[in-house]
Structure formats: structure tokens, C-alpha cells
């Protein structure tokens, strides 16, 4: 089985490419009608892309891999607010995106046992 870290490595690769495909619409300055399919298609790999981000930041996080958490998170949140900025109906569903994840009880009990040691 994979480790935590090279699995959050691999994710981070995919959504590295996934982001690459969003390189290639138009700029702001070059503002065009963009066709309704290309729209939806885009909004779904910022959709998609928030939430690899966000379960890797959960992940990390619940690995008490806080730097690696908040560097998903980051990332997350671009691609949130890329999707903000796209129109993406999706990004308006969510009322409070988890720029800092909320500490579970899983977490609490891993910190506690590692204080202790």
C-alpha cells in the first residue's frame, strides 16, 4: 500500500494536470462568448479539483501533516475561486469552504498520544 505522502504526491500530480487544461481558455483580455459546453466543462474541473485538493488537505491534516494541509487547502481554495470567478454554479453551493479544516475528534486523540510520548 501506498504511503500517505506518496499518495498525496500522486493526487497532487493529477490535479497538477487537470489544472493544466484550464490554461487554455481565454484570458480577460482576450474576452470571447465562451460556448455553454466549454463553460460547463470547465466548472467541473474546478469542481473536481477542489475536491481532490480538499481530501488531500483532509488527509494531510488528519496525519497531523499540518504544512502539507494547508498547502492543499491553498490550493483547494483557487481552485474555488477560480470557479467563483468562471460563474460556476457550484462554487455559490458552498457556504464556507474549508480554507481551515475543523479539528476532529481522530485528530484530538492522535495529538494527544503524540504529546504524550
Known amino acids: 500500500m501506498l504511503s500517505t505522502k506518496t499518495r498525496n504526491t500522486i493526487i497532487a500530480g493529477l490535479v497538477t494536470l487537470g489544472l493544466a487544461g484550464t490554461a487554455v481558455a481565454p484570458a480577460v483580455s482576450q474576452a470571447q462568448a465562451v460556448d455553454p459546453g466549454t463553460h460547463a466543462a470547465l466548472c467541473e474541473t474546478y469542481r473536481l479539483t477542489y475536491e481532490l485538493w480538499n ?3 483532509e488527509t ?16 483547494a481554495m483557487e481552485a474555488y475561486r477560480a470557479a467563483q470567478a ?6 455559490s ?25
Not at 60 to 75: G, T, V
Not at 100 to 116: D, E, G, Q, R, W
Open 86 to 91: 468562471e460563474g460556476c454554479a457550484w462554487s
Open 60 to 75: 494531510a491534516f488528519e496525519n497531523l501533516e499540518l504544512d502539507l494541509s494547508h498547502y492543499y487547502s491553498e490550493r
Open 55 to 57: 481530501e488531500a488537505a
Open 93 to 117: 453551493t458552498i457556504v464556507h469552504p474549508k480554507a481551515n479544516l475543523p479539528v476532529s475528534s481522530k485528530v484530538i486523540s492522535k495529538s494527544k498520544a503524540v504529546l504524550a510520548n
